[in-house]
């Protein structure tokens, strides 16, 4: 139930049988519908809309003219869709869209601290991960998965049922259509892998012996040759710990395939995305991205 003390503008549309916590702000014709749940902190701005199943964790901010828990886009779609859910303190910017789980046991799913840029689009049943970034337009199909930390870049078009991995980072305007690992880069053009992602790598705080193990991994990967079956038991043999260590675990689950190796010259240094040295600020990121 409501609290008087919600800042709720005269304007705006809250259902009485929707879970408003007291220190929440509602914009003006934003519209909250029942069963919808608004955590601590949170803020509603105008026109954006809140539909039913929706559940927001505390200090999430949603921006103009979001809609956040809309029926899944399907050719069949079902009565009774699941819920979505987001995150503690993540951001979902101007027109974004998010739609609920296709059934009504499960749950499309946001998770903390993420940015989602203006008209970004999470469709049913995705499962992005923390600290995740989508930028201006980006587009997940259903069941996407993102790993944390990973950040798409402007108007990428991530295909049903592909996974992203943690620490990958996608450039504008590719088109994925098979999983990406954890730790690359794509380009932009054709969406396919360049080198690993060293901006995300330092960030994240990751050691120097760490990377030089993912570059170790890398090289296994994509540079030996070795038949899909062989390169999962080399990885497994020879990391068995650290980070390199998810490459095998990714591998051995994916259903759509990889994306390849943008191919080099031979012999070529590993790249690890020279865009930016190790002075870079967090806008350098932003502005490949987008």
């Not at 909250?32 to 026109?47: F, H, L, N, T």
């Given at each position: 139930?409501?609290?008087?003390?919600?800042?709720?503008?005269?304007?705006?549309?809250?259902?009485?049988?929707?879970?408003?916590?007291?220190?929440?702000?509602?914009?003006?014709?934003?519209?909250?519908?029942?069963?919808?749940?608004?955590?601590?902190?949170?803020?509603?701005?105008?026109?954006?809309?809140?539909?039913?199943?929706?559940?927001?964790?505390r200090?999430?901010?949603?921006g103009?003219?979001?809609?956040?828990?809309?029926f899944?886009?399907?050719?069949?779609?079902?009565?009774?869709?699941g819920?979505?859910?987001?995150?503690?303190?993540?951001?979902?910017?101007?027109?974004?869209?998010?739609?609920?789980?296709?059934?009504?046991?499960?749950?499309?799913?946001?998770?903390?601290?993420?940015?989602?840029?203006?008209?970004?689009?999470?469709?049913?049943d995705?499962?992005?991960?923390?600290?995740?970034?989508?930028?201006?337009?980006?587009?997940?199909?259903?069941?996407?998965?993102?790993?944390?930390?990973?950040?798409?870049?402007?108007?990428?078009?991530?295909?049903?049922?592909?996974?992203?991995?943690?620490?990958?980072?996608?450039?504008a305007?590719?088109?994925?259509?098979?999983?990406?690992?954890?730790?690359?880069?794509?380009?932009?053009?054709?969406?396919?892998?360049?080198?690993?992602?060293?901006?995300?790598?330092?960030?994240?705080?990751?050691?120097?012996?760490?990377?030089?193990?993912l570059?170790?991994?890398?090289?296994?990967?994509?540079?030996?040759?070795?038949?899909?079956?062989?390169?999962?038991?080399?990885?497994?043999?020879?990391?068995a710990?650290?980070?390199?260590?998810?490459?095998?675990?990714?591998?051995?689950?994916?259903?759509?395939?990889?994306?390849?190796?943008?191919?080099?010259?031979?012999?070529?240094?590993?790249?690890?995305?020279?865009?930016?040295?190790?002075?870079?600020?967090?806008?350098?990121?932003?502005?490949?991205?987008?």
């Amino acid at each position: 139930m409501r609290s008087p003390r919600v800042k709720i503008h005269p304007a705006a549309v809250v259902s009485p049988k929707a879970t408003v916590h007291s220190s929440v702000e509602i914009g003006p014709f934003a519209i909250v519908e029942a069963d919808a749940v608004i955590g601590q902190g949170c803020s509603i701005a105008a026109r954006a809309i809140v539909k039913s199943q929706t559940v927001l964790g505390r200090d999430v901010s949603v921006g103009e003219g979001a809609v956040l828990g809309g029926f899944p886009q399907h050719i069949s779609p079902p009565e009774n869709p699941g819920r979505i859910v987001i995150g503690e303190r993540t951001v979902i910017r101007e027109n974004v869209t998010i739609h609920r789980a296709m059934d009504s046991a499960g749950e499309t799913r946001v998770g903390s601290d993420c940015l989602l840029m203006v008209g970004a689009h999470v469709a049913h049943d995705c499962c992005v991960g923390n600290r995740v970034i989508l930028t201006n337009n980006v587009l997940l199909g259903g069941h996407v998965q993102v790993g944390d930390r990973a950040v798409l870049g402007g108007a990428a078009a991530i295909h049903q049922h592909c996974r992203i991995g943690r620490l990958a980072m996608i450039g504008a305007c590719a088109r994925v259509v098979q999983d990406v690992p954890p730790f690359v880069l794509t380009d932009g053009e054709g969406g396919m892998i360049v080198g690993l992602n060293r901006i995300g790598l330092r960030r994240s705080g990751m050691a120097r012996d760490e990377i030089d193990q993912l570059k170790q991994a890398y090289r296994l990967i994509y540079r030996q040759g070795l038949p899909f079956g062989e390169m999962i038991a080399e990885l497994e043999r020879t990391f068995a710990a650290g980070p390199a260590a998810e490459f095998a675990a990714f591998f051995k689950t994916g259903k759509r395939g990889f994306v390849q190796e943008r191919r080099s010259p031979p012999k070529v240094a590993i790249r690890i995305h020279p865009a930016a040295d190790d002075s870079a600020d967090e806008a350098d990121l932003l502005r490949w991205a987008s």
